[in-house]
């Protein structure tokens, strides 16, 4: 069975950080790739970060230079570390694995809540 499961979400102040987790089991995660989606109110689903099985890494261009994408496939672990928190980050934050061969082995997270207010 595969599970996808997310933490770390919470309340910050802008300017302030926050590092979410994400543990997969039930893939063969190592050669899978995988990704922080957003979606804030009233707002489409968004790539933040994507992460290839090489550790090749991409960004939405409104996070560049604050957020930082990770993983350890050894602990089938993937991480996104954010700095600089704005207001505009609330969301609720998905991961996603999905294999690079078979495009229905596509898998997400429940999804975590971050909402930056002061």
């Known amino acids: 069975q595969v599970q996808i499961v997310e933490s770390g979400g919470g309340l910050v102040q802008p300017g302030g950080s926050l590092r979410l987790s994400c543990a997969a089991s039930?893939?063969?995660?190592?050669?899978?790739?995988a990704g922080w989606y957003r979606q804030g109110p009233g707002k489409q689903r968004e790539l933040v970060a994507g992460?290839?099985?090489?550790?090749?890494?991409n960004y939405a261009d409104s996070v560049k230079g604050r957020f930082t994408i990770s993983r350890d496939n050894a602990k089938n672990m993937v991480w996104l570390q954010m700095n600089s928190l704005k207001p505009e980050d609330t969301a609720v934050y998905y991961c996603?694995?999905?294999?690079?061969?078979?495009?229905?082995?596509?898998?997400w997270g429940q999804g975590t809540q971050v909402t930056v207010s002061s």
């Open positions: 996603n694995a999905h294999s690079p061969l078979i495009a229905t082995r596509n898998y």
């Open positions: 992460i290839t099985s090489g550790g090749s890494t």
């Open positions: 039930g893939i063969p995660f190592n050669i899978y790739g």
